[in-house]
């Protein structure tokens, strides 16, 4: 690499565009152009261009860029938290993407407060970001579903697009993307594990009344009970939020009962799942052998702790997001998308076999 040429005090002194244009041996312009992305240059050009570039070590100057009106090309993502590893997944598949298209990938996050959410949205709109992604389990109510189409028609106007991802549709008159995930196929299919391996009694974690994911998933919890002929017994839904805490807090306050009325949990997600299993253990309850055990997600800690759960496929919705956002304008360009999710089997729910009825 060249060094740069140094200053008047002998220091050295940054490569300037007009730098890289005698090195290439092309005008200003045509180095500018192609740096931004927005000239149809021939490949020897390109490649002339951009070995000056790095030869010098030439940075350009967003500020100078900005002022010109010219901004990167950029992806951002809206979520609760950057904690939680279900919204720090999908914000790693979005940034994989965006990278891939050649966008800057901007994150904000709301703590789940939707004048937050509408700062950050509007904030997105602001930095001209071609897609702005909405990722978070919400109550879906009317005044939800006013603020996202309002949402979605002013990005619409600025030319961006809003995509929710992990949200349900809002219908077809609003401009916006889905793309989500089938909770409640997945809870169907492990409760049909469950209920498969002889358990009856199965205690549902985090049922959240208005919540479109754990109520989704305790649909399908009732679907496959009913599917198997297994009456419904809505003492055995235990109402929480979808942290590790909450799932201590509902088995321990469960156990403290003295009866143990269920012989298998389904927690609604993975971290709920691990705050139950430290009550169970902490009560001198084995998994699987006293009680067999099950979550949703396949994050961590799922897989130290050997959990029995559905997998989704968070960054593949991060990913999703990114291509239909990018590729709305192409005939025939789906707006809305389902993934699918699947059982990963470990060695947390073993056979219940029914204790033999007395002589």
């Known amino acids: 690499m060249s060094r740069p040429a140094a200053s008047e005090d002998g220091r050295p002194r940054p490569s300037t565009i007009r730098d890289v244009a005698k090195r290439a041996g092309v005008s200003v312009a045509t180095v500018s152009r192609i740096l931004s992305g927005s000239y149809p240059s021939a490949p020897a050009t390109r490649s002339k261009v951009m070995r000056a570039v790095r030869e010098l070590d030439y940075v350009a100057n967003a500020h100078a860029r ?3 009106g010219v901004r990167p090309k950029s992806v951002a993502i809206v979520v609760n938290s950057v904690v939680s590893p279900h919204y720090a997944h999908v ?3 979005v940034q994989a993407e965006a990278v891939r298209e050649g966008r800057v990938c901007i994150v904000g996050t709301t703590g789940g407060d939707p004048d937050q959410e509408l700062a950050a949205v509007q904030l ?31 990005l619409a106007v600025a030319g961006s697009q ?7 549709p809002l219908g077809p008159e609003v401009p916006a993307i889905v793309v989500e995930y089938d909770n409640t196929a997945g809870a169907h299919a492990l409760t049909s594990h469950l209920l498969s391996a002889g358990h009856r009694r199965i205690l549902f974690l985090g049922r959240r009344t208005g919540y479109t994911t754990p109520e989704s998933r305790v649909a399908g919890y009732r679907a496959a009970l009913a599917a198997h002929g297994v009456p419904h017994d809505p003492g055995l839904e235990v109402e929480g939020t979808m942290e590790r805490g909450e799932g201590h807090r509902m088995m321990r306050e469960r156990l403290a009962r003295g009866t143990r009325d269920f012989t298998a949990v389904f927690a609604a997600n993975d971290q709920i799942a691990a705050g139950a299993r430290q009550a169970l253990r902490e009560h001198g309850l084995r998994i699987p052998d006293d009680v067999s055990l099950a979550g949703f997600d396949d994050l961590p800690p799922a897989a130290d702790i050997d959990l029995t759960t559905v997998h989704v ?9 990114v291509r239909l956002a990018l590729r709305r304008e192409a005939p025939g360009s789906v707006q809305h998308v389902t993934l699918g999710t699947h059982i990963v089997v470990r060695d947390s729910v073993r056979p219940h076999l029914p204790t033999p009825s007395a002589p």
């Open 124 to 154: 997105m709109r602001e930095e001209h970001a071609e897609a702005v992604i909405l990722v978070g389990n919400i109550v879906v109510d009317d005044a939800y579903r006013e603020r996202m189409a309002g949402y979605a028609r002013a």
């Open 162 to 168: 809003l995509v929710l991802c992990g949200r349900p």
């Open 91 to 93: 914000a790693q598949g």
């Open 66 to 68: 900005g002022l010109a």
């Open 313 to 321: 496929p968070h960054e593949e919705l991060g990913r999703t997001a």
